[in-house]
């Protein structure tokens, strides 16, 4: 029989146990080892069942184990040591708390997922694991973020895999009192809801859940309430399902039910609102709404009222390409904001701001990312490749600006050590090196022998063998469960053979399969007899992406070949419990996306930080940091015919590092089996990637570059009863206003030889006209550098010219009389023109360009593209 509703019971724990009912509530468990092991040693089997799950633990082991626990007086005074570590770590001061100056007191993280962990699947790939890696490292740090993100019911799927090879989604449903979370309660301990006004006169209500992240609160809405109907319970069933209107109130919730939500914490327990909101991709773009129409209800207008969310908000792009952003019907949407959902804010005013009104855009859509960089005043992407991809695919916002002057920075991902680098790793580095922060181990010291090293390398290269295994006979039992899985399972995989990894989520642009490309110098790689390689392979394709699923049975299909089965595999239902012995337990990882459509690529991330090296495209955070030691580059074909030529060209090239660099270079051993040359540069990866490549240093460039100076922005604007928000919409407004009457008139220069050199100033004088806008309102710059194809300037640097009384704009006096100066002379002549001057070095030889522009300027902008508004000599 099957039950008609399954809930979890959870134990009652003997009071001289308490210590553990605490340590489990708090998800630090998920990065910190000493905690993992005291309940591993409450039952070794039932810790591996739970795959690692302390409350599963305790729901599972049995009572009278936990009775012989709390007689045990040692077990008893260690779990209440690692208690006070616990209260101790949450206490304490921090990086955070060592900052000079004002500094943010509260930080709203947005984000549709959060992959903190396995016990908690509440993500679906990249997205989720930077997010909980932010959370994590945040809390290490002692940055006072707060959480909000949905509580899916199911989660994003659970994936098996076919006879055939087809990917077959499941979504079991997940007991949240099975999970790491408690109800949110008021004061009468009801649980507490937000609701959200939908059209037709219905309500989207919503309870809850909190998880503690170490120092940090996660707040996760869920509609599954009784006061839903049917419909709407389901409204977070699913991450990332359904169609466009169920995505949206998704979205909606998200952001505006996430702000309330913020609300009812803040009154419940009296911590201030987020002076800072953070939104993680554009998902959670509508909590700028949701404060707009506050302050509205507060007697601001709605310019007056944008100005002051701008502020603080600070808006993170993840895709590199237009077809991974939410865009809706614009119908869709103007049909839920023109409802009581949010009081005084007009729809027309909601659909300006999420406009495709530029070159190249729908009118028909609203587009999320749109809302997002017109709602933050300080956006980014998240490598610094990226940051120009995300300036070139978004500069119909900024018409008129060069691509390096729109206003998209970057911050490059990074990942939570603690989390991602394997025990065994941390355990060398604490016994040899004196800590366990293996981002800052002296991992070139003497102290760790290359043997001791390559020991290690081995050990976790062995555990994910012994897993591969585990998870491929355990996946054939489910597909067959009266069927005894097939001997050569048990020889799947070798210990000793340099593995190659590759795990990611399966659009098409990542190329599953581009090692397919030749399968048989594939095998010939695979089997040979003197250096031969194994792939350990998985990942998920979207449900609804057919193509992404023709690659995984490809590759599925292929790894079956008797011939090969043993050397290749894919393995089922990718996680972050999979992820944790597969970055590890690799020798290479390897990611082959199509250049520039990877933002990051966190995963090569996680393989380095274990001494794996990289075998990758130039693309998101490898090309940056790509140096010749830590890994090899796979050269792009970006001048291809076609996409099956640029195919074939990469994949010959990754063939050929295969068999002349990677795996010559791992096979090459000493007399005591130890591959030097291997081991060098997996000390440079350790050394010089781990402090890179982690999270804390990513939370930490969030805080210095982002977030203070948001925060700070946010107290200008609301300072006075938001007296600078008011004045700085009513600027805006009149330079709009006056914009067309901007020009640069003409441009006169000199203080030059017929052959300019080094050193040489070049003098320059623009005669402008500005519309009846006042000189302070504009900044009138040349812009100078290196002179490419076209006349285009590329390099360039700006220099504001600046006016004084003395002279009039009709005045025939040479450029070259105001030598030395870098202020000229200025003043409005009959014809209303101004004239600005000033001098510029030359500072290299070659070709020299300059122009000169007119754009606002305002103390209260945080870019001079901000407006989008521009003015360019002719």
Not at 245 to 271: C, M, N, W, Y
Not at 495 to 514: C, E, H, N
Not at 566 to 583: C, E, K, R, S, W
Request: aromatic letters at 8%; one cysteine or more; hydrophobic letters at 40%.
């Amino acid at each position: 029989m099957r039950a008609i509703r399954r809930f979890t019971v959870r134990s009652v724990l003997p009071e001289a146990l308490s210590a553990l009912g605490e340590l489990a509530a708090n998800l630090r468990w998920a990065w910190h080892q000493p905690t993992q092991q005291i309940f591993a040693h409450i039952s070794p089997d039932d810790w591996r069942s739970t795959q690692g799950d302390p409350v599963a633990l305790l729901g599972a082991v049995r009572p009278e184990r936990l009775e012989q626990l709390a007689q045990d007086q040692g077990f008893v005074a260690w779990a209440n040591s690692l208690r006070d570590d616990l209260n101790a770590y949450l206490g304490e001061p921090r990086w955070y708390q060592g900052l000079e100056g004002p500094r943010p007191r509260s930080i709203g993280y947005f984000s549709p997922e959060f992959g903190i962990a396995a016990a908690l699947p509440q993500y679906s790939g990249g997205l989720g694991i930077l997010a909980g890696d932010h959370l994590k490292a945040a809390s290490d740090l002692g940055v006072p973020i707060i959480g909000v993100g949905l509580f899916y019911r199911s989660g994003y799927f659970r994936q098996a895999i076919s006879r055939d090879g087809w990917q077959e989604e499941s979504y079991p449903v997940l007991d949240p009192d099975g999970l790491p979370l408690s109800v949110l309660r008021l004061a009468d301990g009801t649980p507490a809801q937000i609701v959200l006004a939908l059209p037709d006169d219905r309500a989207l209500y919503a309870r809850i859940w909190q998880a503690q992240v170490g120092r940090v609160r996660l707040l996760m809405l869920d509609t599954d309430i009784p006061d839903n109907d049917d419909a709407l319970r389901s409204v977070t069933d699913r991450l990332y399902g359904g169609g466009g209107e169920h995505r949206l109130l998704q979205e909606l919730l998200l952001g505006i039910g996430g702000v309330r939500a913020l609300e009812v914490v803040s009154e419940l327990t009296d911590q201030p609102m987020p002076e800072v909101y953070h939104t993680n991709e554009g998902h959670a773009g509508f909590l700028g709404l949701e404060r707009i129409s506050a302050l509205i209800g507060n007697g601001l207008s709605f310019d007056e009222a944008l100005q002051v969310v701008r502020a603080g908000t600070v808006f993170t792009t993840h895709t590199p390409v237009p077809a991974g952003i939410d865009r809706f019907d614009r119908g869709l949407v103007e049909r839920y904001f023109s409802t009581d959902m949010l009081p005084g804010l007009e729809a027309s005013s909601v659909l300006s701001l999420g406009a495709e009104d530029y070159e190249g855009g729908s009118p028909d859509v609203f587009n999320m990312a749109v809302l997002g960089l017109r709602l933050g005043q300080r956006t980014n992407g998240v490598s610094v490749l990226h940051g120009a991809v995300s300036r070139g695919m978004f500069s119909g916002l900024w018409p008129g600006f060069d691509r390096d002057d729109v206003p998209i920075t970057s911050v490059t991902n990074g990942v939570h050590a603690p989390t991602w680098t394997d025990p065994l790793l941390q355990e060398l580095a604490r016994t040899k090196l004196g800590t366990g922060d293996t981002t800052v181990a002296d991992w070139r010291s003497d102290a760790v022998t290359d043997g001791e090293l390559w020991a290690v390398r081995g050990d976790m290269r062995r555990q994910l063998v012994h897993d591969a295994r585990r998870r491929v006979t355990e996946a054939w039992r489910e597909q067959n469960p009266d069927s005894i899985p097939p001997a050569w399972f048990q020889s799947l995989l070798d210990p000793s053979v340099l593995t190659i990894g590759f795990a990611r989520r399966v659009p098409t642009y990542k190329r599953l399969t581009l090692m397919l490309h030749d399968p048989a110098r594939l095998k010939a790689i695979l089997l040979n007899p003197e250096r031969p390689v194994q792939f350990v392979i998985a990942g998920k394709s979207h449900p609804a992406d057919d193509e992404g699923k023709r690659l995984i049975q490809k590759l599925v299909q292929f790894a079956s070949d008797p011939e090969v089965r043993t050397h290749i595999v894919f393995l089922p239902n990718y996680d972050i419990g999979m992820a944790q012995l597969l970055y590890p337990g690799t020798d290479v990882w390897l990611n082959n996306p199509l250049r520039p459509l990877e933002a990051c690529g966190t995963s090569g991330m996680k393989a380095a930080l274990n001494g794996g090296l990289n075998l990758s495209i130039l693309d998101g955070w490898w090309n940056e940091y790509f140096d010749g030691e830590n890994g090899w580059a796979i050269p792009t074909a970006d001048s291809a015919g076609d996409a099956a030529e640029r195919d074939a060209i990469e994949a010959e090239a990754l063939y050929d590092l295969l068999e002349n660099q990677v795996a010559p270079r791992f096979y090459d051993r000493d007399a005591d089996g130890v591959p030097q040359h291997w081991l060098q540069s997996i000390r440079h990866t350790l050394a010089t990637l781990s402090p890179e490549l982690s999270a804390e240093r990513m939370v930490r460039e969030y805080v210095t570059r982002l977030y203070i100076p948001a925060a700070a922005a946010e107290r200008v604007m609301t300072a006075d009863d938001h007296s600078a928000a008011r004045a700085l919409a009513a600027w805006k407004e009149r330079v709009r206003a006056a914009w067309p009457g901007v020009s640069v008139v003409h441009v006169e220069s000199g203080g030059l030889d017929d052959t300019p050199q080094v050193g040489d100033e070049l003098h320059v004088r623009a005669h402008v006209q500005l519309g009846g806008l006042s000189p302070s309102d504009v900044a009138v710059e040349v812009v100078y550098g290196h002179a490419v194809h076209g006349d285009e300037l590329a390099e360039t640097h700006t220099a504001e010219l600046t006016t004084a009384p003395g002279r009039d704009a009709g005045s025939d006096a040479d450029p070259d009389s105001s030598a030395g100066s870098s202020a000229g002379t200025s003043e409005p002549g009959s014809s209303g023109e101004l004239v600005y001057s000033g001098t510029v070095q030359l500072g290299r030889a070659g070709s020299f360009g300059y122009t000169v522009r007119i754009v606002p300027k305002h103390a209260n902008l945080a870019s001079p593209a901000e407006l989008g508004l521009i003015s360019v000599a002719h």
